[in-house]
């Protein structure tokens, strides 16, 4: 489809335009799951992106006629949306969590995770003071999100990141700057806990890998285009999950707390640790992604 030639002439307020990539997107199937979940919203992001407008304001401009170079430049984002099958994110060079934007480009995994309605409220009564949190780790870090909002949960918490891919830390390093955060976090290549001996935390955070082999082979385009190791959690997508539960006591300080999101993978997280008492919290949109632990809970179980 080359979008550019489809426009038609009768497209001339950004209401028009807004409608046409509704029904274009709706035809063509594409893939939400990247900051936005239907056609709809994923049109009025772009739109307003390409014409440098609010994204949080659409009403007020739906009546706005285009210029020549306008409907060029919208035209020809929205064609690669559709044609390249590329997430929005991807296009427009930013992911929002919440009130929070990150740079992002195709060396990340596009920030989405449970866990960044979790800070800091959602983790009590296990972290009662935000104050009291001194020592965090973000585990998988990608474009160093969760980090970053660590870091504004609990602000007397000196951060590490942790990520394997140095392309990533590339990406978190930039987020981190322009946050002004380089001197609460502390970015690190590793391969999971495997750099940080001798350091312990009052909080661990991990947006890991858990995607199934399976999984994997049948994600659509737009999934396609994030980095594979964000994303390939092994066969039965634990790979990743399971040693960061048999690794964490050892990184925990006496009250700290672990907390993993896993998607999908509730029942295979309790059949790996039948005798670990999980904590599943729930968020606006899920009661079984997000697991906790506190370093207690080892304590009192066989896996130590």
């Given at each position: 489809m080359n979008m550019g030639a489809m426009v038609p002439d009768e497209l001339v307020t950004l209401r028009d335009f807004l409608r046409f990539a509704i029904t274009r997107f709706s035809e063509a199937k594409i893939a939400f799951g990247?900051?936005?979940?239907?056609?709809?919203?994923?049109?009025?992001?772009?739109?307003?992106?390409?014409?440098?407008?609010?994204?949080?304001?659409?009403?007020?401009?739906?009546d706005a006629r285009l210029t020549t170079a306008e409907r060029a430049k919208v035209a020809a984002l929205l064609a690669r949306r559709i044609d390249e099958r590329i997430p929005a994110?991807?296009?427009t060079g930013e992911a929002w969590l919440g009130d929070f934007r990150f740079h992002v480009d195709q060396r990340v995994v596009i920030p989405r995770s449970f866990i960044a309605e979790l800070l800091p409220d959602g983790l009590l009564p296990y972290i009662?003071?935000?104050?009291?949190?001194?020592?965090?780790?973000?585990?998988?870090?990608?474009?160093?999100?969760?980090?970053?909002?660590?870091?504004?949960?609990?602000?007397?918490?000196?951060?590490?990141?942790?990520?394997?891919s140095p392309d990533a830390l590339d990406v978190a390093e930039q987020n981190v700057a322009d946050y002004g955060l380089g001197d609460r976090i502390e970015l690190i290549q590793s391969n999971l806990f495997a750099g940080l001996r001798g350091r312990t935390y009052d909080l661990i955070v991990s947006n890991p890998p858990y995607v199934t082999t399976h999984a994997m082979q049948s994600l659509p385009p737009e999934y396609r285009c994030e980095p594979a190791l964000a994303l390939a959690g092994g066969d039965d997508g634990m790979e990743a999950v399971r040693a960061i539960v048999d690794a964490a006591p050892a990184f925990l300080s006496d009250h700290g707390?672990?907390?993993?999101?896993?998607?999908?993978?509730?029942?295979?997280?309790?059949?790996?640790?039948?005798?670990?008492?999980?904590?599943?919290?729930?968020?606006?949109?899920?009661?079984?992604?997000?697991?906790?632990?506190?370093?207690?809970?080892?304590?009192?179980?066989?896996?130590?």
């Open positions: 990247h900051g936005t979940n239907n056609a709809f919203d994923e049109a009025a992001y772009l739109l307003l992106h390409a014409l440098s407008l609010p994204i949080d304001r659409l009403e007020p401009f739906l994110a991807y296009l009662e003071d935000a104050d009291a949190i001194r020592r965090a780790l973000d585990l998988c870090t990608g474009s160093g999100c969760l980090a970053i909002l660590l870091a504004h949960a609990y602000p007397n918490a000196d951060i590490d990141a942790i990520d394997l707390v672990l907390v993993v999101e896993v998607g999908n993978g509730k029942a295979a997280v309790e059949a790996t640790f039948p005798d670990v008492p999980f904590v599943w919290l729930v968020t606006r949109s899920s009661n079984d992604a997000v697991f906790l632990l506190t370093r207690d809970d080892f304590a009192s179980r066989s896996v130590t």
